[in-house]
């Protein structure tokens, strides 16, 4: 069985959560808690935890400052929030795990399930390393790197290296620049807001794009957008003025 801590700066959030892992998630044991960062990072240096379940948003020091005082990050993170806006931008980017208050049984089996077999390989979170190197670094856009975990591992990738992205239902195939692809178990809509600071316009219910690899709009035979490598991808009616904004 793997150890959890808990962090959370209201108690009555410690004590439910406690209880919703106790009913619902059989694989984990809670060995201790704590209601603020600085009580947060003396329990995990103690119990050197398999999973830490994580305020986001506390008085004094946040969860993400906490985790920027840690020496090392060798166990796995959920974040717990109540704001779905509060810094998950750089969350989504790393691929980690969040759950929005009130917890949902579901997302939240789901998450410790996740973190359980990851745990299993202990060894350092390159996810949660990737997170705090967005958190202390002010990069450019073209230097920014989003997280992309497939079946076999995780490949960090400059935004700027992704030419497309495709939808396969319920996951993602990532098109970099350098002919690789890589399948995503996540779904495209996900990362089209995650993105669209980075020049990516999604042009079809399928297909994302970053617009810098966009070499023309042909009008011929249906409209497409011609891709520097002869890729062509359809442009959606209800897109066009949208598409057309962002590319003029």
Same mark, same amino acid.
């Given at each position: 069985?793997?150890?959890? +801590?808990? #962090?959370?700066?209201?108690? /009555? ?10 009913? %619902?998630?059989?694989?984990?044991? #809670? ?6 960062? &600085? &009580? ?6 103690? !119990? =050197? $935890? ?5 305020? +986001?948003?506390? $008085?004094?020091? !946040? ?13 796995? #993170? ?5 704001? &779905? ?39 350092? !979170?390159? %996810?949660?390393? %990737? ?6 670094? =002010? /990069? ?36 970099? !620049?350098?002919?690789?692809? +890589? ?26 794009? /970053? ?9 011929? &035979? ?12 359809? +442009? ?6 949208? #598409? ?5």
């Amino acid at each position: 069985m793997v150890t959890g +801590i808990v #962090i959370d700066d209201e108690e /009555n959030n410690v004590l439910n959560l406690q209880l919703l892992l106790q009913k %619902h998630c059989s694989g984990i044991a #809670i060995v201790a808690t704590a209601t603020n960062a &600085d &009580d947060g990072i003396n329990i995990i240096r103690q !119990n =050197n $935890p398999d999973v830490v379940f994580l305020d +986001i948003q506390m $008085p004094g020091k !946040n969860g993400f400052q906490l985790l920027q005082a840690l020496p090392r990050l060798d166990f796995e #993170i959920i974040f717990i929030t109540a704001y &779905d806006q509060y810094g998950i931008q750089a969350v989504k980017f790393a691929a980690l795990d969040y759950i929005l208050k009130p917890i949902k049984v579901e997302d939240l089996q789901h998450a410790v399930q996740k973190a359980i077999e990851k745990s299993m390989l202990k060894k350092q !979170n390159m %996810h949660l390393q %990737h997170f705090i190197t967005l958190l202390q670094q =002010n /990069n450019s856009k073209e230097e920014q790197r989003i997280a992309l975990p497939s079946a076999k591992e995780t490949r960090f990738v400059q935004t700027q290296h992704i030419v497309h992205c495709e939808s396969q239902n319920s996951y993602t195939l990532f098109f970099l !620049n350098n002919k690789e692809k +890589i399948l995503v178990a996540k779904p495209i809509y996900e990362y089209e807001e995650l993105l669209a600071a980075y020049g990516f316009i999604r042009c079809h219910q399928s297909h994302l794009v /970053n617009k810098k690899f966009i070499k023309s709009w042909v009008k011929t &035979d249906g409209d497409y957008l011609l891709l520097e490598d002869g890729t062509q991808l359809p +442009i959606a009616r209800q897109k066009k003025a949208a #598409i057309k904004a962002l590319l003029l």
